[in-house]
């Protein structure tokens, strides 16, 4: 994701109600659509879109050369960091909610599962590594539960490779995505010219500031980082 820009009226225009489960609020997103994230406090964070559609990059370097055995991707969505793992000869699974996510995954040759992070997954207490990159952090809103949640599919040594919101501390909350006015198409897809925002749904941010206590919460600490226009941690448990 990139940094944070505050948009006050954003808020005022709308007001948090019951937060939904995730499952399809993606796939618009996953489908091609340009949409931003707008979190309950106004503030905007624009989604990478592109990259998630792209193959992996060298900016993915630090975190793919750190996945040395059997590799969970959380939050996979369309499969580029699980190919590019398969391609290097890791055995590699993506978990995602989204119908789109695991399409896309399929059309690609990417084993994925299509199943909530949270719910019973093959393998537990068995995975060298799970991966939490692109924001994926924010999955169900708290990140020391979630990050207690892939400590526990961990084999013994094994670590989690998570990427940060440059900048950032920690927020917890609800947010909406917005489709955003006049962009051009992703791969070629059809894009709404209309604003249309989605329910809301819980999510949280970490960065850098904040990693150090939330990973200690959770059971773990921090085995290496590294800075940057992307930021990433290792993760293991004490």
């Known amino acids: 994701m990139t940094p944070m820009t505050s948009t006050p009226l954003a808020s005022a225009i709308r007001h948090p109600v019951e ?3 995730t499952g399809a609020v993606f796939d618009a997103a996953l489908a091609g659509r340009r949409q931003r994230l707008v979190r309950g406090d106004g503030v905007v964070l624009p989604l990478a879109v592109q990259r998630w559609h792209d193959d992996a990059d060298a900016d993915d370097d630090w975190l793919l050369a750190r996945c040395a055995g059997a590799t969970l991707d959380l939050g996979c969505g369309p499969g580029r960091l699980v190919v590019a793992l398969a391609d290097r000869g890791v055995p590699a699974l993506g978990v995602d909610v989204s119908v789109q996510a695991v399409q896309r995954c399929l059309e690609r040759g990417a084993a994925v599962l299509h199943r909530d992070a949270f719910e019973r997954l093959p393998g537990e207490g068995r995975w060298q590594h799970v991966v939490l ?3 994926n952090i924010g999955i169900g809103g708290d990140p020391v539960s979630l990050l207690r949640r892939c400590r526990a599919l961990l084999a013994d040594g094994g670590t989690i490779l998570l990427e940060l919101t440059p900048g950032a501390g920690l927020w917890c909350g609800t947010a909406y995505l917005e489709s955003t006015d006049g962009d051009e198409p992703v791969d070629g897809l ?13 999510w949280a941010v970490l960065g850098p500031h904040a990693v150090d206590e939330v990973a200690a919460e959770a059971g773990l600490t921090i085995r290496a980082r590294t800075e940057g226009d992307r930021c990433f941690v290792e993760l293991a448990p004490v």
């Open 19 to 21: 937060p939904v489960e």
């Open 133 to 135: 990159a692109d924001g």
């Open 190 to 202: 059809t894009v709404l010219e209309a604003l249309d925002a989605g329910p809301w749904f819980p």
